[in-house]
């Protein structure tokens, strides 16, 4: 948290969206390294970003909340899967910064961990998997919004995030029906 704190400026929240436990972290008094890194007259880091590490993928928007998503007792988990992999259901566990920790960015997107929730396509049973998030390249699939105040429902969409066979098949899209427990 220290490291953060001197180092990282504006983009703090983007670690702290990673890793939510370091908020709670003490780190006490840092007046000697921020006095240091001025008298060196250090580079901010956004021209690290730049310069040194051009290929470090920063989210694009603020991140407009993280936390758990909810079905009962369980949470939206990545089971520990990767890149076109699918995402399921585990018992929730809260633990920040686990494979049940998302955010949701102001494009809509749900993340974890630099992944998107993505659609495979636009269409009734599609599989729900982990992608790169790059809304452009994948078309409106990795968008998503409250419905109803029950339903995650694909942007643009009449599909919501359907839980009916996760266990044999994962995570799917449905036409949306409010009163569908598989869907709340």
Same mark, same amino acid.
């Given at each position: 948290?220290? =490291? =953060?704190?001197?180092? #990282?400026?504006?983009?703090?929240?983007?670690y702290y969206s990673e890793v939510p436990m370091a908020k709670s972290v003490q780190f006490g @008094?840092?007046?000697?390294?921020?006095?240091?890194?001025?008298? #060196?007259?250090?580079?901010?880091?956004?021209?690290?970003?730049? /310069?040194?590490?051009?290929? &470090?993928?920063?989210?694009?928007?603020?991140?407009?909340?993280?936390?758990?998503? &909810?079905?009962?007792?369980?949470?939206?988990?990545?089971?520990?899967? +990767?890149?076109?992999?699918?995402?399921? $259901? +585990? &018992?929730? *566990? +809260?633990?920040?910064?686990? /494979?049940?920790?998302?955010?949701?960015?102001?494009?809509?997107?749900?993340?974890?961990?630099? #992944?998107?929730?993505?659609? @495979?396509?636009?269409?009734?049973?599609?599989?729900?998997? &982990?992608? =790169?998030? @790059?809304?452009?390249?994948?078309?409106?699939?990795?968008?998503?919004?409250?419905? %109803?105040? $029950?339903? !995650?429902? !694909?942007? /643009?969409?009449?599909?919501? !995030?359907?839980?009916? /066979?996760?266990? %044999?098949?994962?995570? *799917? #899209? %449905?036409?949306?029906?409010?009163? %569908?427990?598989?869907?709340?």
């Amino acid at each position: 948290r220290r =490291a =953060a704190e001197v180092w #990282l400026e504006g983009f703090r929240r983007y670690y702290y969206s990673e890793v939510p436990m370091a908020k709670s972290v003490q780190f006490g @008094d840092i007046s000697d390294r921020l006095a240091l890194k001025t008298r #060196l007259k250090c580079k901010p880091f956004r021209w690290y970003l730049t /310069n040194i590490y051009p290929e &470090l993928k920063i989210p694009d928007g603020d991140i407009v909340e993280y936390g758990f998503i &909810l079905q009962n007792n369980q949470c939206l988990d990545t089971l520990g899967r +990767y890149i076109s992999e699918k995402v399921g $259901l +585990y &018992l929730c *566990h +809260y633990t920040p910064g686990s /494979n049940q920790e998302f955010t949701i960015s102001s494009k809509f997107e749900i993340i974890h961990k630099q #992944l998107c929730v993505t659609a @495979d396509v636009k269409q009734n049973n599609s599989p729900v998997v &982990l992608k =790169a998030c @790059d809304s452009k390249k994948y078309g409106g699939t990795q968008q998503w919004e409250k419905h %109803s105040g $029950l339903l !995650l429902r !694909l942007k /643009n969409s009449d599909l919501c !995030l359907d839980t009916t /066979n996760y266990m %044999s098949e994962g995570l *799917h #899209l %449905s036409t949306c029906v409010i009163s %569908s427990t598989n869907q709340q």
